[in-house]
């Protein structure tokens, strides 16, 4: 380690406060003596994928206790051998030639990012976070956080920021793919709690998927699909003729984002041909009278007007889903990206209560989340949650919490952070004037994402800490702190079907790179708050605090002994509590886990976490979404995801030549032969869309996957966001990156510049 001190530039001398004592950082830190204890030199070890939150585990194959390649594990329930191309390539991207390798910090005369040792760095990032509090109060500085770091992690980042930092607001972009979908549990179920598992892909009579293209996007989960011997009704509800439409058995093109008069008025035809499940409905619910007499007037005929479905359509999706055995419901980002999508999620887990589609094998209301650690974000990251699943707001909660971290319970803010758009509007007041970024980059994803670059001249501090220096975030920052990343650390993941599993230190960390953990350990002693964690010593024993923080939750894990026995069972779902383990043993708990026990769903026992144990029915009239077309911007730009091959912003992705050839390396917009004709558009064109934001350059692909009137851009290319509206659900704060009004006009051959992302 370089440890000469770089002399600090002007504007940093002029903090004179108190630094903390130089922290002595260890060769081990910087990967010198990561040999992995558990690990043999030459062997396999099992780890769960870090991209999407299906949650595939990846059998490492070691030389020299270092990654040298991978194959999928036949033995682990969610993916049974099989990986999609990320996973197979997911060790391409440790080793990337943009990796960030040490710290560094903007020297303000000369504008460049200059490298400096991570004393100096450290002692930046304290200085500077702690001037702007002193001067601006504790709110004048935020987190934006991710879904891609451990469980641990997340936990420390959120706890070392508001109980030790003494902050508040922290967010993550969690936000942008499922705040929605834990919104809506909480409301209708008392907690964040998805009660499905993966085999009630093979168990379903009847799959219907809104607003998810689930071959693309989870195209292993699609495979568990593909294994039902039941030969289900696939019912695909999206404006798009999707991989996963093209499947279907039926396939509903509706307009796009009116699902909640669809899901209002199949409720009605359910309900008025007597369609439901009486029984499950009295025992188990609240609010049904209410609803039934809410759905009343939504009938075909005008639901039919306003979704563009006709009724016979209408009435078989009805009739599919009343003679259905088992019948499922998954949704992803087409419901959870919309300007009403809370009260969509919630319609759609009415659509289970009344038909008692819950609980049962083959069944639920079932929301597919996005990122690896999603989960363990709307858990454990202390953001708009508290630790555990719990409330700020909640004296009794915070109680709870602050005993067993044994911290004082005032550390403990007693209200909400903003969350992400808010924590923008508060750097455009200029009520937050510092901003962390962690492993993610919102300069890219953010929704209308011009205004992050307008944000920059009111933000006095950005400091990124990531894998890489060239994300278009880190291009901005002040200081970057070089990150390791998946497979260069430990800790833990919770996928989408609530399945603990373990992430494994396999390959060093260039350079000076720390694991996020040991960032979050360091940033506690330079800050002066290292006390309050002294028993988060590492990854494995923070885990033991959060088996204790879940203790009595719904989510409760308790039972879980350690990473070992997560290993031993191929993951464990939660809720495993305590007394599961203890009254079988810990040898026959096992064998239970990787037999009889392996998959498990929520509420067989029609119980729910609510108060009085009831679901509850919520609803409210459908709005039409903003940003509606007009004469100059007469089309609906949908988004999403563009191939299996592609994450996100391509961070990591695009690191991959294999990878790289699988997806178009042009931005592309999809465009309906009627409307290319018209236009005069032809496939491989260069096309302008502009929106009432943004004009941006793309190659046309003209194809009857889209609809006329309807245009298609994949979210991967930096374009894309530029376009989008920012618009947001009222209750989850859920960008809604689904409908926005744009033109389209071909571009003269002799105009045509380059549309490289
Ligand atoms: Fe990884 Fe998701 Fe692909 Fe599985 S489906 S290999 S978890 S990216």
């Given amino acids: 380690m370089n440890t000469a001190q770089t002399t600090p530039p002007t504007w940093l001398r002029r903090w004179d406060g108190p630094l903390t004592a130089n922290l002595t950082l260890r060769p081990a830190d910087f990967g010198l003596g990561l040999v992995p204890a558990r690990l043999a030199p030459t062997a396999t070890t099992t780890m769960v994928c870090g ?77 500077r976070f702690k001037a702007l509090m002193d001067q601006h109060g504790p709110e004048s500085v935020a987190f934006l956080s991710t879904g891609q770091i451990c469980t641990e992690e997340m936990a420390f980042l959120g706890a070392l920021f508001k109980f030790g930092m003494g902050a508040l607001h922290a967010d993550s972009n969690t936000r942008q793919c499922m705040a929605t979908s834990a919104v809506a549990y909480k409301q209708a179920f008392g907690f964040d709690a998805p009660p499905y598992t993966y085999a009630d892909f093979e168990e379903s009579d009847v799959l219907v998927f809104i607003g998810s293209n689930l071959c693309i996007a989870h195209p292993i989960l699609w495979q568990r699909v593909l294994r039902n011997a039941r030969h289900p009704e ?12 093209l499947c279907a058995t039926q396939h509903l093109p509706i307009r796009p984002k009116t699902d909640l008069a669809l899901l209002y008025g199949t409720a009605h035809l359910l309900i008025a041909n007597g369609w439901i499940r009486r029984d499950f409905i009295e025992q188990h619910t609240t609010g049904f009278d209410e609803f039934a007499r809410f759905v009343a007037p939504f009938t075909p005929e005008r639901v039919s007007r306003e979704t563009g479905l006709t009724t016979p359509q209408l009435h078989r999706f009805a009739r599919t889903i ?221 885990f033991q605090i959060l088996k204790r923080l879940s203790a009595g939750q719904p989510c409760d894990f308790t039972g879980i002994r350690d990473y070992q026995m997560i290993d031993a069972c191929g993951g464990i779902q939660w809720p495993w509590p305590e007394h599961e383990t203890s009254s079988r043993g810990h040898a026959a708990t096992i064998h239970a886990l990787r037999t009889s026990l392996r998959e498990r769903r929520l509420f067989a026992d029609g119980r729910f976490p609510t108060p009085d144990g009831r679901a509850r029915f919520l609803f409210e009239p459908p709005r039409p979404a903003p940003d509606q077309p007009d004469a100059h911007h007469p089309f609906i730009l949908l988004t999403g995801r563009g191939t299996s091959a592609q994450w996100h ?109």
């Fill in 51 to 127: 991209y999407c939150s299906t949650g595939c585990a990846l059998k490492i194959h070691l030389q020299d206790t270092q990654a040298v390649n991978l194959t999928p594990d036949p033995d682990y329930p969610v993916n049974l051998g099989m990986a999609c191309p990320k996973g197979w390539e997911a060790l391409t991207p440790l080793r990337a030639p943009d990796r960030a390798t040490q710290p560094l910090l903007r020297d303000p005369r000369t504008g460049r990012l200059e490298p400096v040792d991570w004393d100096h760095a450290l002692q930046v990032f304290t200085l």
């Fill in 234 to 245: 696939i019912v695909v509800v999206d404006p798009r003729t999707t991989e996963t439409a």
């Fill in 322 to 542: 009343a003679h259905g055995r088992a019948v499922s419901f998954w949704w992803t980002m087409g419901v959870n990206q919309g300007h009403e999508s809370t009260r969509t999620a919630q319609a759609i887990i009415n659509l289970a209560l009344i038909t008692g589609n819950i609980g049962r094998p083959g069944t639920g209301p079932n929301s597919v989340t996005g990122q690896c650690n999603a989960m363990g974000s709307r858990l454990f990251a202390n953001t708009t949650n508290l630790l555990g699943g719990r409330d700020f707001a909640n004296p009794d909660h915070r109680a709870t919490v602050a005993r067993i971290l044994g911290i004082p319970q005032e550390r403990i803010p007693d209200r909400n952070s903003l969350t992400y758009d808010q924590i923008l509007d508060a750097i455009d007041a200029g009520a937050i004037r510092g901003l962390w970024v962690i492993a993610t980059n919102p300069f890219h994803s953010w929704i209308g994402r011009d205004r992050l670059h307008a944000l920059l001249d009111k933000l006095e501090f950005l400091v990124v800490q990531d894998m890489y220096t060239s994300t278009d975030t880190a291009r901005h920052a002040h200081l970057i702190l070089p990150a390791a990343g998946w497979g260069e650390k430990e800790g833990t993941f919770i996928n989408s079907e609530r399945r603990i599993g373990l992430v494994k230190k396999v390959a060093r960390a260039p350079g000076q790179a720390l694991s996020d953990f040991r960032i979050f350990q360091l940033i506690a002693h330079y800050w002066g708050c290292a006390d309050l964690f002294r028993a988060w010593t590492s990854p494995e024993a923070v």
């Fill in 649 to 757: 912003t391509n961070t990591r992705t695009g690191k991959s030549e294999v990878l790289r050839q699988l997806y178009p390396q042009q931005t592309y917009v999809e465009v309906n032969p009627a409307d290319a004709a018209r236009l005069r558009i032809v496939t491989g064109q260069t096309v302008e869309v502009s929106s009432r934001r943004a004009t941006v350059r793309a190659t046309a692909v003209v194809t009857p996957a889209v609809q006329p009137g309807h245009l298609f851009m994949p979210m991967h290319y930096p374009e894309t966001n530029r376009l989008t509206v920012p618009a947001f659900d009222p209750y989850s704060r859920q960008p809604a990156y689904k409908h926005t009004a744009v033109r389209l006009r071909p571009v003269p051959a002799r105009s045509h510049t380059t549309t490289q992302p």
